[in-house]
């Protein structure tokens, strides 16, 4: 017989470590829609593994194309060296990027990306003789990963109040949730574009135009709870970057590849940002990796500002276009070329919505809110507990249902693999509306 497993030593993430290892949850095979659990039960993903597993799980291309990099090159350094499937790679993404966008630097995973972007964004000043702009803006529950320069422009007071002051410099704009204009908004929220207008008159008056370097934003903040941004919104905000020369960053780790229905959330909003930094789904999370997509001419000027042989950013990873990556990146963009998975959650997002409003109305929720294939089911929280009542849903919708969700304080998010069918969509609010009526 087997011994039991040991969780002692696996200190886990983002975690409540104790509570999990009482009763813990494990996965150990996966496939197309379901995850398999110890206790051989199928586990239907509501949420993409961590909203990234946009193809669903182990598609055969994107299996048979890491074995097979596997055996041929396990790795090969991209400092001063090269191999064709990064530059390959590289090109596939920008072949589906916006117009403009158009050099990619690859790193291993979100937080890495962001990083990579802040660096480029100050760098880029800087060599241009703009040096007085330093100063980064991020926004209230924005997350953008973990590393220091990602907590810092982060707007999520847990991931910064233990790790002292992070960057110097840095601002935050208000997040727009607001539901008492909003609540059970079918997409976009009506209200709530006049909270661009705070940027120029708040952020910029505070600071100087001219010392800030670059603004961060997820397009639709997912992981604090799926914050929709208001009708022109996000319009506002280009104009506005535009105006002072800021740079703007659009971090669509979560809503890159297909989550909104369109390739990146830029297309779907007509807002093309500066550079757009993605992860997750662009490997369908098979192998680790991250890239930012950045604008020409911000490339071309760190190429015009270095003598000639020498290097012209000092920066990357060991593991930037790592090859495992690079061939699972290539069979996943040619899995959504094939079938057609943008069009397909873009076809899907009003059953998705309907069946997601259709929780209206059962107790303790709050707030709904949609886009694409992602939605937040707001509840009301227990006096004094926050969390503890979408945990308690977490909980109840993986026992009991074989549903897997996510929670974020007391907010649900679902944000399924982009191949679900309705009759899944249809399983997942089921599972919901049945808990919280119990
Ligand atoms: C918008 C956003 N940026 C960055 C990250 C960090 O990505 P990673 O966990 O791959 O470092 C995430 C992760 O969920 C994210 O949602």
């Known amino acids: 017989m087997a011994s039991p497993l040991n969780t002692d030593h696996f200190w886990m993430p983002f975690t409540a470590n104790r509570q999990f290892k009482s009763k813990p949850r494990m996965l150990v095979s996966a496939q197309g829609m379901y995850y398999t659990s110890d206790d051989g039960r199928q586990i239907l993903d509501g949420t993409a593994g961590l909203w990234c597993s946009n193809a669903g799980h182990c598609h055969p291309k994107i299996v048979q194309a890491i074995q097979q990099q596997a055996a041929s090159m396990d790795f090969a350094p ?95 704009l208000r997040h727009p949730l607001d539901i008492g204009r909003n609540a059970f908004s079918r997409g976009l929220p009506e209200h709530g574009a006049e909270l661009a207008d705070e940027f120029e008159q708040r952020i910029l008056a505070l600071h100087d135009p001219a010392t800030i370097a670059a603004l961060i934003v997820e397009p639709l903040q997912g992981s604090t709870g799926v914050i929709v941004p208001p009708k022109g919104y996000l319009q506002k905000l280009r104009m506005i970057c535009d105006k002072y020369g800021i740079l703007l960053i659009f971090d669509e780790v979560i809503t890159g590849f297909g989550r909104l229905g369109s390739a990146f959330a830029a297309d779907y909003f007509g807002v093309v940002p500066d550079m757009i930094i993605c992860a997750k789904g662009l490997t369908n999370a098979s192998v680790p990796m991250g890239a930012v997509i950045v604008r020409q001419a911000i490339h071309d000027a760190f190429m015009s500002a270095a003598p000639e042989n020498a290097i012209e950013f000092f920066h990357g990873y060991t593991y930037s276009a790592h090859p495992l990556a690079a061939a699972a990146m290539l ?67 993986f026992w009991d249902k074989g549903v897997l969700i996510r929670t974020t304080g007391d907010i649900i998010a679902l944000s399924p693999p982009l191949i679900i069918d309705k009759a899944q969509i249809d399983q997942l609010f089921t599972s919901l509306a049945e808990i919280l009526q119990s």
């Open 78 to 172: 991209v400092f001063q060296m090269g191999h064709p499937k990064a530059f390959e790679s590289a090109s596939a993404l920008v072949a589906i990027a916006p117009e403009g966008l158009n050099r990619v630097f690859f790193c291993n995973d979100g937080s890495e990306g962001v990083d990579t972007a802040l660096k480029i964004a100050l760098a880029y000043h800087r060599i241009r003789g703009d040096a007085l702009r330093t100063r980064l803006i991020g926004r209230e529950r924005g997350y953008h990963g973990v590393g220091f320069g990602g907590i810092a422009v982060g707007g999520i007071a847990g991931n910064r109040k233990h790790f002292g002051p992070t960057l110097a410099g840095v601002d935050h």
């Open 331 to 397: 069979a996943t963009m040619e899995v959504y070329r094939e079938e057609q998975l943008f069009a397909r959650a873009a076809e899907l997002a009003p059953y998705f919505e309907d069946a997601a409003h259709s929780l209206r109305g059962l107790p303790y929720v709050k707030d709904i809110r949609n886009l694409g294939l992602v939605c937040g089911i707001e509840l009301e929280s227990q006096p004094g507990k926050p969390g503890v009542r979408a945990f308690d849903v977490f909980l109840k919708a």
